[in-house]
């Protein structure tokens, strides 16, 4: 089975603090998302990465970055944390389409919840 | 923009009925197909792949996928108490660089009563 790991289920932080969530697959998925999910909103797609130091901006990516050295582990940075960042912060991998010959369905962590104070 | 649409609900379906989510989706070209379960407070949980015109089943679960029409169904038979949920469907897009990534709907909230 597809494992992927947050490193955290809660966290507290107060407003202008730095956070990092890490998050590790043991896949050897080459794709790897940064999601937040929030009531009315759905999931919000922050940063992707499709290889070791590559990465993208999705629909929301203000206020974030990222960082993928290794290839099972990709970290979301909050460099400065504000309360509109409290939210359900969600991880997932994927096998390579080319890889696969067809679209490849993600797998999620088991989510963060940040509360920013 | 690519869209997929649910129907948010409450969708409300009395025990040992068969509950049915619906999807539609806008981008043609789109190849494959899933449905998440997500219980409150938890992260989605795959648990149907669809990429052929027609019908999969798993267990009690079955997804439709109709290309021509741009939809995509899932039916529970037998709904249990334990299959309230929302749920989400997805669909396959092509991001840039290379990556491929999925389009998520808001998901539908089922609720199985007893």
């Known amino acids: 089975d597809v494992k992927v790991t947050q490193s955290s289920r809660y966290l507290v932080k107060r407003t202008g603090e730095k956070v990092f969530l890490e998050c590790v697959q043991d896949?050897?998925?080459?794709?790897m998302f940064w999601y937040r999910q929030d009531p009315g909103l759905g999931l919000r797609l922050i940063y992707f990465?499709?290889?070791?130091?590559?990465?993208e901006k999705g629909d929301i990516p203000e206020g974030y970055s990222v960082s993928r050295e290794k290839k099972e582990r990709f970290s979301l940075i909050l460099e400065s944390t504000s309360t509109n960042q409290t939210s359900m912060y969600l991880c997932?991998?994927?096998?390579?389409?080319?890889?696969?010959?067809?679209?490849?369905?993600?797998?999620f962590g088991d989510g963060t919840r940040l509360s920013i104070l | 923009q690519k869209e997929v649409e649910q129907n948010s609900g409450p969708l409300s379906v009395p025990e040992g009925a068969i509950a049915s989510l619906n999807c539609t989706y806008s981008?043609?070209?789109?190849?494959?197909f899933f449905w998440y379960r997500q219980y409150s407070g938890k992260s989605p949980e795959l648990i149907m792949s669809?990429?052929?015109?027609g019908d999969k089943e798993d267990g009690r679960f079955t997804a439709q996928l109709n290309k021509a029409s741009q939809y995509v169904s899932l039916l529970i038979r037998d709904s249990q108490p334990s299959d309230s949920a929302t749920y989400l469907c997805?669909?396959?897009?092509?991001?840039?660089?290379?990556?491929?990534?999925?389009?998520f709907g808001k998901g539908t909230h089922l609720i199985i009563q007893p």
């Open positions: 997932a991998s994927s096998n390579s389409r080319r890889r696969a010959d067809r679209g490849q369905p993600q797998h």
């Open positions: 896949m050897d998925h080459e794709n």
């Open positions: 990465s499709y290889d070791v130091k590559m990465k």
């Open positions: 981008d043609r070209v789109s190849q494959s």
């Open positions: 669809i990429y052929s015109n």
């Open positions: 997805a669909v396959n897009i092509e991001s840039g660089g290379g990556a491929d990534g999925l389009t």
